[in-house]
């Protein structure tokens, strides 16, 4: 069974940074792709990173191009986002997402999930 536990979420101000983690369990996770998706209230679930098996390609949103790195670790089954120059527009809850491949896409069908954490950039 596939178990996704993200950490580091909170509250920061508009132009810091954030550090997620998600550490999996419940399969070999060097097989897989992994995926970070955000909420916003009232918003459906989107897209944000995604990095392929073994870390060597990654996809960003536009949104996101350039402020945030998504990174793995395949010894300790983790996977990253680190977020710089946050913005109030990037509030939402973030979930850790695990792809069924060695690939990764952008959308939201067909993928494991964590329980999220919550983000808030105030202005």
């Known amino acids: 069974q596939v178990q996704l536990v993200e950490s580091g979420g909170g509250l920061v101000q508009a132009g810091g940074s954030l550090r997620l983690s998600c550490a999996a369990s419940g399969r070999t996770f060097s097989r897989y792709a992994m995926g970070w998706f955000r909420q916003a209230p009232g918003k459906e679930r989107e897209f944000v990173a995604a990095?392929?098996?073994?870390?060597?390609?990654?996809s960003y949103a536009d949104s996101v191009k350039g402020r945030f790195t998504i990174s793995r670790d395949n010894a300790k089954s983790t996977v990253y986002l680190q977020m710089n120059s946050l913005k109030p527009e990037d509030t939402a809850v973030y979930y850790c997402?695990?792809?069924?491949?060695?690939?990764?896409?952008?959308?939201?069908?067909?993928?494991?999930w964590g329980q999220g954490t919550q983000v808030t950039v105030s202005s």
């Open positions: 990095i392929n098996w073994s870390g060597l390609s990654s």
């Open positions: 997402a695990q792809y069924t491949g060695n690939s990764y896409y952008t959308g939201v069908r067909n993928l494991y």
